[in-house]
């Protein structure tokens, strides 16, 4: 007869950069009224269905892996979360884009029109998206369609304070892209969607070739 | 469908469970030295700090300043003189008048506004001394506070090889006092000669019965230990210069006669304050994950086939947010927990302030 396992799982926490923030601001800023799980670090091509000692080991080599420290970046922790989602689902939400890239080429100029980028959920539905564009001087970004009131960002921006400052972030349906001013020289950055139900995310290269000489040039 | 869950939080006063407690209040007692040891075996100054502001106080390191720069001050030592004695200058000549400043400086902070002098316990010629000894904790060594009843410090006088008959043993009354006296510097409690290595303390002389005056008073909440002058010049053969006008170099005496016995054992204490949340996560919930490798392809099917109608998934994090989707706290688990239709977790997750 063995002993039974009283082991609980207990587990220290340590504050974001955020959370130091609203601290600072007083309690009443500071207010934790909800918590999500996430699986940063899995791998789930290492769940071994063939593993020799049956389905109780199946998930042995994750379940034994030791984990990083916690980090009190915000941007960096949380990126991929656990979600809740009826027993029957046989497929996972997807995000898909309109488009699968954006080059504004040089013969267009300043004049070429924006590009739409709407955004879908396949298999599950989201109500809002989080579009993140990383690099404003490449292009910029205006709201085609609302996401409606009350609506909020997921958080995962994956955005250091290096970035954040050159970055857009904005909560809608769809998006617009604009060439913008034109770029010293050929440049690209990344545009982000997060669904803001279902943390499934996709991303788009937009490309501007639109460079200020061959503006001058014409 | 959803990725966070609210805490069921209830007023404190409520029967209903609660996902959270507030205010949870734990005292924790560590070593008080570098790197949480609770005894300093080597003692060192530093030439830089001696020669700008040593004739007021000596740092003291456990570690020597000059050859390792990650060295920090773990307390520092002083003389104090009420009337300003074995320091250079006196009233109408020109000097810092070190002692005096150092003497005034620890009765404005320890003492009330009409004390003047330091009166230690007792009967005898040094109850209320001309000058005084002191040991005051540095800030980063000290946290909260000195844990009254688990410090020794010895003395000996420089020269004199430590031996059982020459060594100065100083404790803390605490043990016997259940009502101490708490004054404008908190607590205070009698030094008396006595050992705390058999693990409880063992007190030789009480304060009361110290021939001359009590050895001296420990202000634990502020990490101050003051020395009856005289009577610690008797015990540990201190050699006190008290002449007018005139540095004695009774700092560095001082320090000496720690550093001659190598033993200053003490512990600190700190309340950490805490709120518990328990994150309940039931079987139907969280049993999927927007981890890209949880899926492949680009229509959503699973990596692996055998988690449709039966997906598992590994909590590696529990992120604590805001109504406003905002990451506040973060706690990592030691290794992943499998969470899959048939299983539950209640994970207890701490925040210390």
Same mark, same amino acid.
Request: include cysteine; glycine fraction near 10%; aromatic fraction near 8%.
């Given at each position: 007869? =063995?002993?039974?396992?009283?082991?609980?799982?207990?587990?220290?926490?340590?504050?974001?950069?955020? =959370?130091?923030?609203?601290?600072?601001?007083?309690?009443?800023?500071?207010?934790?009224?909800?918590?999500?799980?996430?699986?940063?670090?899995?791998?789930?091509?290492?769940?071994?269905?063939?593993?020799?000692?049956?389905?109780?080991?199946?998930?042995?080599?994750?379940?034994?892996?030791?984990?990083?420290?916690?980090?009190?970046?915000?941007?960096?922790?949380?990126?991929?979360?656990?979600?809740?989602?009826?027993?029957?689902?046989?497929?996972?939400?997807?995000?898909?884009?309109?488009?699968?890239?954006?080059?504004?080429?040089?013969?267009?100029?300043?004049?070429?029109?924006?590009?739409?980028?709407?955004?879908?959920?396949?298999?599950?539905?989201?109500?809002?998206?989080?579009?993140?564009?990383?690099?404003?001087?490449?292009?910029?970004?205006?709201?085609?369609?609302?996401? =409606?009131?009350?609506?909020?960002?997921?958080?995962?921006?994956?955005?250091?304070?290096?970035?954040?400052?050159?970055?857009?972030?904005?909560?809608?349906?769809?998006?617009?892209?604009?060439?913008?001013? =034109?770029?010293?020289?050929?440049?690209?950055?990344?545009?982000?969607?997060?669904?803001?139900?279902?943390?499934?995310?996709?991303?788009?290269?937009?490309?501007?070739?639109?460079?200020?000489?061959?503006?001058?040039?014409? | 469908?959803?990725?966070?869950?609210?805490?069921?939080?209830?007023?404190?006063?409520?029967?209903?469970?609660?996902?959270?407690?507030?205010?949870?209040?734990?005292?924790?007692?560590?070593?008080?030295?570098?790197?949480?040891?609770?005894?300093?075996?080597?003692?060192?100054?530093?030439?830089?700090?001696?020669?700008?502001?040593?004739?007021?106080?000596?740092?003291?390191?456990?570690?020597?300043?000059?050859?390792?720069?990650?060295?920090?001050?773990?307390?520092?030592?002083?003389?104090?003189?009420?009337?300003?004695?074995?320091?250079?200058?006196?009233?109408?000549?020109?000097?810092?008048?070190?002692?005096?400043?150092?003497?005034?400086?620890?009765?404005?902070?320890?003492?009330?506004?009409?004390?003047?002098?330091?009166?230690?316990?007792?009967?005898?010629?040094?109850?209320?001394?001309?000058?005084?000894?002191?040991?005051?904790?540095?800030?980063?060594?000290?946290?909260?506070?000195?844990?009254?009843?688990?410090?020794?410090?010895?003395?000996?006088?420089?020269?004199?090889?430590?031996?059982?008959?020459?060594?100065?043993?100083?404790?803390?009354?605490?043990?016997?006092?259940?009502?101490?006296?708490?004054?404008?510097?908190?607590?205070?409690?009698?030094?008396?000669?006595?050992?705390?290595?058999?693990?409880?303390?063992?007190?030789?002389?009480?304060?009361?019965?110290?021939?001359?005056?009590?050895?001296?008073?420990?202000?634990?909440?502020?990490?101050?230990?003051?020395?009856?002058?005289?009577?610690?010049?008797?015990?540990?053969?201190?050699?006190?210069?008290?002449?007018?006008?005139?540095?004695?170099?009774?700092?560095?005496?001082?320090?000496?006669?720690?550093?001659?016995?190598?033993?200053?054992?003490?512990?600190?204490?700190?309340?950490?304050?805490?709120?518990?949340?328990?994150?309940?996560?039931?079987?139907?919930?969280?049993?999927?994950?927007?981890?890209?490798?949880?899926?492949?392809?680009?229509?959503?099917?699973?990596?692996?086939?055998?988690?449709?109608?039966?997906?598992?998934?590994?909590?590696?994090?529990?992120?604590?947010?805001?109504?406003?989707?905002?990451?506040?706290?973060?706690?990592?688990?030691?290794?992943?927990?499998?969470?899959?239709?048939?299983?539950?977790?209640?994970?207890?997750?701490?925040?210390?302030?």
């Amino acid at each position: 007869m =063995g002993f039974l396992n009283n082991t609980t799982v207990t587990v220290d926490a340590i504050l974001t950069k955020k =959370g130091r923030e609203l601290l600072a601001q007083g309690t009443e800023a500071f207010n934790i009224t909800k918590f999500a799980l996430s699986d940063d670090e899995v791998d789930y091509n290492l769940f071994d269905v063939t593993h020799p000692n049956g389905s109780d080991s199946f998930g042995k080599v994750i379940e034994n892996m030791p984990l990083l420290e916690a980090i009190p970046d915000e941007n960096h922790v949380m990126r991929y979360k656990l979600i809740t989602l009826p027993k029957t689902t046989s497929k996972m939400p997807v995000v898909s884009l309109s488009v699968d890239s954006i080059t504004f080429d040089t013969a267009g100029g300043l004049g070429q029109p924006n590009r739409l980028v709407t955004a879908t959920t396949a298999n599950v539905t989201d109500s809002s998206y989080t579009f993140i564009l990383h690099d404003q001087s490449v292009a910029s970004m205006i709201v085609s369609e609302g996401a =409606g009131s009350g609506v909020g960002a997921t958080t995962p921006f994956f955005l250091g304070e290096d970035d954040a400052p050159n970055s857009k972030t904005v909560v809608a349906k769809s998006v617009n892209i604009n060439v913008g001013q =034109g770029v010293n020289v050929v440049k690209a950055t990344q545009l982000t969607i997060i669904g803001n139900d279902t943390g499934a995310t996709n991303s788009i290269t937009v490309t501007n070739k639109v460079t200020l000489n061959s503006i001058m040039g014409r | 469908m959803a990725i966070y869950k609210d805490f069921n939080i209830q007023p404190e006063n409520s029967l209903v469970s609660s996902d959270v407690v507030t205010n949870v209040k734990d005292t924790v007692s560590s070593g008080m030295w570098a790197d949480g040891s609770n005894s300093i075996s080597a003692y060192f100054t530093s030439s830089t700090q001696s020669g700008s502001s040593g004739t007021y106080y000596l740092d003291v390191y456990s570690a020597n300043p000059q050859s390792d720069s990650t060295a920090k001050p773990q307390f520092s030592v002083a003389y104090g003189h009420f009337n300003g004695s074995g320091s250079v200058g006196t009233v109408g000549v020109d000097g810092n008048r070190a002692s005096a400043a150092i003497y005034r400086q620890l009765s404005n902070t320890l003492l009330g506004p009409n004390e003047e002098k330091f009166t230690f316990a007792g009967s005898g010629t040094n109850i209320t001394p001309k000058y005084v000894y002191a040991i005051s904790i540095a800030r980063q060594q000290l946290r909260e506070k000195m844990d009254p009843g688990n410090w020794e410090l010895h003395l000996s006088a420089s020269g004199i090889a430590p031996g059982a008959g020459n060594v100065l043993k100083l404790i803390d009354d605490s043990g016997a006092t259940t009502n101490p006296t708490v004054n404008q510097g908190g607590r205070v409690f009698n030094i008396v000669s006595g050992s705390i290595a058999s693990g409880t303390a063992v007190r030789k002389t009480d304060a009361a019965s110290q021939p001359g005056g009590g050895y001296g008073l420990f202000y634990p909440d502020l990490g101050i230990l003051v020395l009856n002058g005289p009577v610690l010049n008797t015990s540990a053969s201190l050699a006190t210069v008290s002449g007018s006008n005139l540095e004695g170099g009774n700092v560095g005496k001082f320090y000496n006669s720690i550093r001659n016995t190598n033993k200053f054992q003490a512990r600190r204490e700190e309340v950490i304050t805490s709120q518990h949340y328990f994150c309940r996560v039931p079987n139907k919930e969280f049993n999927f994950s927007s981890n890209p490798t949880f899926t492949s392809g680009s229509n959503g099917d699973f990596t692996v086939s055998t988690f449709f109608k039966n997906p598992k998934t590994f909590i590696t994090q529990v992120g604590l947010y805001n109504d406003n989707n905002e990451l506040l706290a973060i706690a990592k688990l030691s290794k992943p927990l499998l969470k899959s239709y048939s299983k539950e977790a209640i994970i207890k997750v701490k925040l210390d302030f």
